[in-house]
C-alpha cells in the first residue's frame, strides 16, 4: 500500500537501532515504514509529521495496553534531528480492505464476518474499558495475522485534549465509517460501535451503507438517510439497525454488545429489538463542500490512565455558539471520585441535603450508643450534656463537611490545594462553634492525658491552646482546622467513592486526629473520639452510587446537562 | 486591617467570648465562598449577573425560612451566654450576727484547716435570724449557707445563668459540719412579753470539694436548661433541613410544575415550626 515518495530509504538508519527495510504507507500524520532492530526484530516504524506533540501524547496513553486483538505500541522515540518515530508492532498480514477487494469483492460469508467482528469487538471493548476512542475504524485498519484480527492505528489522534483544538478542524476517521454525532463535536465510545457496524454491513454486502459524490453528500447521508438494509440476511438488520442509529443514546451501546445480538440473530434467538427514538432531522450540509465540514472543538478533558478518562468536546461551527455540551465518557473503573461528572445545582443540593437528613440520625445514633456504653461517663450527671455536645459538634462538623465538599464533587482534580484550604477554614468555624457549644452547656472535655502534660505544644506564639487541662478557643479551631484540612474529607463524601464505609479511612483518620491531639494538647479521647465520629457519620451520610449504577448515573447526568 | 499578631493575641484571649461569632461566621463565610467559586469555576459556570440571578431565585424561598431560623435563635442568644470570666463579687449576704452558744467556739469564729491533701479547708459558721420554729431557723442557715457557696462558685469559675443551690443537698453532701439551734428571748415590741426565738448556727466546709461539688450542680443545672433552648433551635435547624430536602426532591420530581406551591409550604412549614418554638423559648 506504498503511496507517495518516502523520506527514508531502504537501508537507511534514521533512529538508532533500527535499520528500514521499506516504506509501507505515507498520510497526512506521517510515514510508515517496516524495518529490523538491530536484535533482528520486525517493527512497523512511524515518523510523525504534523501535530507531532498530539500524536505522541495520543500515542503514550496507548503504550502500555497490551491485547491479542491491539497492534501493540512498542515504544517512543526521539532520533537526533528531533523527530519523533512510533515503534509499533509490524503485523505482516492483510488488511480487511484488502481481503474484501481481493476475496470477497460481492461480500463474505456470515460466518467469516462473525470472526471479524469478534476480534474488533475484543480489541476495541477493551480501548473502551481504559477511556480510550478509537474513532478511525474502518478496513483499513483491520488486520488478520496469524488467525488474531488486529486494530491498527490505536492512540494516533484518537484522544483530543485542549491543546488539540486547532487541530480538529480537518477529517476525523474516514468519511464512510464516521457517525453522525461527530459531526456535532461528540467523541463517546458509540461513534466506534458505528463504525464497526458500517465495517459489519460493508463485509456482508460488500458495499457501505452511504456512498456519495463527495464527502459532504456522504456525511449528510449519515446525519439524515436510514440505511437500506434489504440487502442484509433478515435476521441480522435489526442488528445492524440497532447499531447504526443515529441517536448514540439510541444505538447499541458496546461491540461486545453488539456480537451477543449478532449471534442471537444467527442462533434465532430473539434479538434485542432497537430502540428506535424519534429522531429530529439533522442540519443538512452545505452541499458540494470539498472538505469535511466537521468543525472545531471547543471543550475536551484528557486524564492519564488510572485515573478517571474522559473523552470528549463541544463542537461548534464558525460564528456559532456551540450546540451541546461535552460528552464524557468514563470506563466502568474509573467511575471513581474525582471523576469529571456534570452535576446539577439543585442535584448537589438534594444529595447535600439527604446527606445532612442523614448526618442527623446518624449522629443521634452514634451520641446515643456512646451514652449508653459509657463513653460520656458512667455514673456522672453531665454525661448526658456531654453526650449531647459532643454529638452536636459531631454533627455541624458533618454537616460543613457535605456541604463543602459536595461543591466540588465531580469537579475533577483542580484546585485540590483550595479545596484544603477552604476545609481548613471551614473546620476552624467549625472549632469555634464547638467551643462555643462546651462553653454554653458548661461541659468540659476528658482532661489531658499523663502523656500530654510535658513537652508538648501548649501555645502557638502568643497563642495559648490549653488553659486548665482544658482546650482554648485556639486549641479548638487549631485542632478542628487542621483534621479537615490534612484528610481529603471529599473522598469521604464522593458519590463515587470506592465503598460506603471504608474501614481504613476511619482508622486513618482517628490516627491523623489522635496525633493531632498530642501535637496540640488537645484531649485524646475527645480528639479520637471526634475524628472517628465525624468519618463515621460523613461516610455513611454522604449519597453513594454502587458502581454498577455509575455508568447509568453518569449518562443520566450528562442528559439532564445537554 | 488587622495585624497577624493582633488576630493572633484576639483569637487566645481569655475575653474573647464576644469575638466568636465573628470569627465563626468570618470563617464559614469565607470557606463557603471559596467552596462555591471552586464549584463554579469547576463546572464551567459563567458569572455573568443574569446567570447567576436564573440560577438562585429558585432557591430564594430559603431566605424567610433561614431567616426564621435565625430569628428564633437571636429571640434565645440571651440565655446562651458563656460564663463569664471570675470577677471580685460582693459578698452574696451580709452574715448576721453571730450568737455565741456556751461550749460550741466553732460558732462564733472561722477555721483554716488542711485535708488529707494538704489541701487549705475553710470552715466557716453562718447562722441565721431568729425565728419563730426551730424548722424555719435551720432553713434559712442552710440557704445562707448554700449561697455562700454559690458565691465561691461564681469567684472562681465566672457567671452564667440563673441557678440555686440547695441547702438540704449542701448537707446531705456533708459539707454541714457541725449544726446547732439555740433559743433566746426576745422582745417583739415593748408591749409584748418576751418569748422564746430559735437561732440556728451552721458550719459550712469551703474547700476544693465543696466548689467541685457544687460547680457541678451548676454545671448540670444551667446546661439541662440550656439544652432545652439548644435543643428546640437545633431541631428548628434540622427541619429547614429536611423541608429543603422534601422540596428539592418534590420539586425535581414534578419537574418545577409546583414550584410556587411547594416554596409556599416549606415556608409555611418552617413558619409554624418557628412559632412553636419561639412559644417553647419564651415559656
Redesign the interface.
Known amino acids: 500500500m506504498t503511496s507517495g515518495k518516502f523520506t527514508f530509504a531502504p537501508e537507511s538508519t534514521p533512529l538508532a537501532g533500527f535499520t528500514i527495510k521499506r516504506g509501507i504507507q505515507r498520510g497526512g500524520f506521517g510515514e510508515v515504514y517496516y524495518a529490523i532492530s538491530d536484535g533482528g526484530k520486525e517493527v512497523a516504524l512511524k515518523l510523525l509529521h504534523s501535530h507531532v506533540e498530539i500524536e505522541r501524547r495520543g500515542t503514550e496513553q496507548c503504550l502500555n495496553l497490551k491485547h491479542p486483538n491491539l497492534v501493540s505500541i512498542i515504544d517512543i522515540r526521539e532520533d537526533d534531528d528531533g523527530d519523533t518515530w512510533v515503534v509499533m508492532e509490524y503485523v505482516s498480514g492483510h488488511t480487511l480492505d484488502q481481503v474484501l477487494a481481493e476475496d470477497y469483492p460481492n461480500g463474505m460469508p456470515v460466518d467469516e464476518v462473525r470472526s471479524w467482528l469478534d476480534g474488533l469487538a475484543s480489541g476495541v471493548d477493551y480501548l473502551h474499558d481504559r477511556g480510550i476512542v478509537h474513532r478511525d475504524l474502518k478496513p483499513q485498519n483491520l488486520y488478520r495475522e496469524s488467525g488474531y484480527v488486529k486494530i491498527g492505528d490505536i492512540g494516533l489522534s484518537k484522544i483530543i485534549t485542549p491543546s488539540q483544538r486547532g487541530a480538529q478542524t480537518e477529517s476525523i476517521g474516514t468519511i464512510y465509517y464516521m457517525a453522525p454525532e461527530i459531526s456535532r463535536g461528540e467523541y463517546g465510545p458509540e461513534i466506534d460501535v458505528y463504525s464497526s457496524a458500517t465495517i459489519v454491513y460493508e463485509l456482508l454486502t460488500g458495499h457501505v451503507p452511504f456512498e456519495g459524490e463527495s464527502t459532504a453528500e456522504i456525511l449528510n447521508r449519515h446525519l439524515t438517510d436510514q440505511p437500506d438494509l434489504s440487502p442484509l440476511p433478515r435476521n441480522l438488520r435489526p442488528v445492524l439497525d440497532h447499531a447504526l442509529a443515529k441517536d448514540p443514546a439510541a444505538r447499541t451501546q458496546s461491540l461486545g454488545a453488539l456480537l451477543t445480538e449478532f449471534d442471537d440473530a444467527l442462533a434465532g434467538r430473539t434479538p434485542h429489538t432497537p430502540i428506535t427514538p424519534p429522531q429530529p432531522p439533522q442540519p443538512a450540509q452545505a452541499s458540494g463542500a470539498t472538505s469535511v465540514p466537521v468543525a472545531q472543538p471547543t471543550?475536551a478533558v484528557l486524564q492519564a490512565p488510572g485515573s478517571a478518562v474522559v473523552v470528549g468536546s463541544s463542537h461548534s461551527r464558525p460564528g456559532q455558539a456551540p450546540l451541546r455540551r461535552p460528552r464524557v465518557f468514563f470506563p466502568e473503573e474509573h467511575h471513581g471520585p474525582l471523576s469529571p461528572r456534570?452535576?446539577s445545582?439543585?442535584?448537589?443540593?438534594?444529595e447535600a441535603?439527604?446527606g445532612?437528613?442523614a448526618a442527623?440520625l446518624f449522629t443521634g445514633l452514634l451520641a446515643s450508643a456512646g451514652h449508653l456504653t459509657g463513653m460520656f461517663g458512667v455514673s456522672e450527671?453531665?454525661a448526658p450534656?456531654r453526650a449531647?455536645a459532643f454529638g452536636?459538634t459531631t454533627?455541624l462538623g458533618a454537616w460543613?463537611l457535605l456541604v463543602?465538599t459536595k461543591?466540588?464533587e465531580?469537579?475533577?482534580r483542580?484546585?485540590l490545594s483550595?479545596?484544603r484550604?477552604?476545609?481548613l477554614?471551614?473546620g476552624?468555624?467549625v472549632g469555634?462553634?464547638g467551643?462555643?457549644?462546651h462553653?454554653?452547656?458548661?461541659?468540659d472535655l476528658p482532661p489531658l492525658a499523663e502523656s500530654q502534660t510535658a513537652g508538648l505544644v501548649d501555645?502557638?506564639?502568643?497563642?495559648?491552646l490549653v488553659?486548665n487541662q482544658q482546650p482554648?478557643?485556639?486549641g479548638y479551631?487549631m485542632f478542628f482546622a487542621l483534621l479537615f484540612g490534612i484528610r481529603r474529607w471529599w473522598w469521604h463524601t464522593d458519590g463515587f467513592r470506592p465503598k460506603r464505609l471504608r474501614v481504613l479511612s476511619l482508622l486513618l483518620t482517628v490516627t491523623v486526629s489522635w496525633i493531632l491531639g498530642l501535637v496540640l494538647q488537645f484531649p485524646l479521647a475527645a480528639a479520637a473520639g471526634w475524628g472517628l465520629g465525624i468519618a463515621i457519620v460523613v461516610q455513611l451520610s454522604a449519597p453513594w452510587v454502587a458502581p454498577a449504577h455509575r455508568r447509568a448515573r453518569l449518562e443520566q447526568e450528562g442528559a439532564q446537562h445537554a | 486591617m488587622p495585624s497577624l499578631p493582633g488576630i493572633a493575641t484576639g483569637l487566645g484571649a481569655a475575653g474573647s467570648v464576644e469575638h466568636v461569632a465573628t470569627w465563626v461566621i468570618s470563617l464559614l463565610v469565607l470557606a463557603a465562598a471559596i467552596a462555591i467559586r471552586v464549584a463554579w469555576a469547576g463546572r464551567r459556570g459563567s458569572s455573568d449577573l443574569r446567570t447567576l440571578l436564573r440560577t438562585t431565585v429558585p432557591a430564594a424561598w430559603f431566605v424567610p425560612a433561614a431567616a426564621i431560623v435565625i430569628a428564633v435563635a437571636t429571640q434565645a442568644s440571651p440565655s446562651l451566654e458563656p460564663p463569664q470570666a471570675p470577677a471580685i463579687l460582693s459578698q452574696p449576704n451580709r452574715p448576721n450576727t453571730l450568737p455565741s452558744i456556751t461550749g460550741h467556739s466553732w460558732t462564733s469564729q472561722s477555721l483554716t484547716e488542711q485535708d488529707d491533701s494538704g489541701r487549705t479547708l475553710v470552715l466557716t459558721p453562718i447562722a441565721s435570724k431568729p425565728h419563730a420554729t426551730a424548722k424555719e431557723a435551720r432553713q434559712e442557715a442552710l440557704q445562707l449557707a448554700a449561697l455562700r457557696l454559690k458565691y465561691e462558685v461564681e469567684r472562681v469559675y465566672g457567671q452564667a445563668g440563673d441557678w440555686e443551690l440547695s441547702g438540704e443537698a449542701l448537707d446531705q453532701q456533708k459539707f454541714i459540719t457541725n449544726e446547732i439551734t439555740s433559743t433566746r428571748p426576745y422582745k417583739l415590741s415593748s408591749l409584748a412579753p418576751s418569748s422564746e426565738m430559735y437561732h440556728c448556727v451552721v458550719r459550712l466546709e469551703v474547700s476544693d470539694a465543696s466548689r467541685n461539688w457544687a460547680s457541678g450542680y451548676w454545671k448540670q443545672s444551667v446546661g439541662a436548661n440550656r439544652l432545652k433552648t439548644i435543643g428546640t433551635i437545633t431541631g428548628l435547624l434540622c427541619l429547614l433541613i429536611v423541608t429543603t430536602h422534601l422540596y428539592l426532591r418534590l420539586d425535581i420530581a414534578s419537574r418545577g410544575t409546583h414550584r410556587g406551591k411547594l416554596q409556599l409550604a416549606s415556608v409555611a412549614v418552617v413558619a409554624a415550626a418557628g412559632l412553636v418554638a419561639s412559644t417553647l423559648l419564651s415559656a
Not at chain 1, 345 to 350: D, E, F, M, P, T
Not at chain 1, 459 to 464: A, D, F, K, M, Q
Open positions: 471543550e456534570n452535576i445545582i439543585s442535584q448537589r443540593a438534594l441535603t439527604a445532612m437528613a442527623i450527671q453531665s450534656l449531647v452536636l454533627l460543613a463543602g461543591a466540588w465531580g469537579t475533577g483542580e484546585s483550595v479545596r484550604l477552604s476545609l477554614l471551614l476552624g468555624g469555634a462553634a467551643w462555643w457549644l462553653q454554653v452547656l458548661l461541659v501555645s502557638i506564639g502568643s497563642l495559648e488553659r482554648t478557643l485556639a479551631v
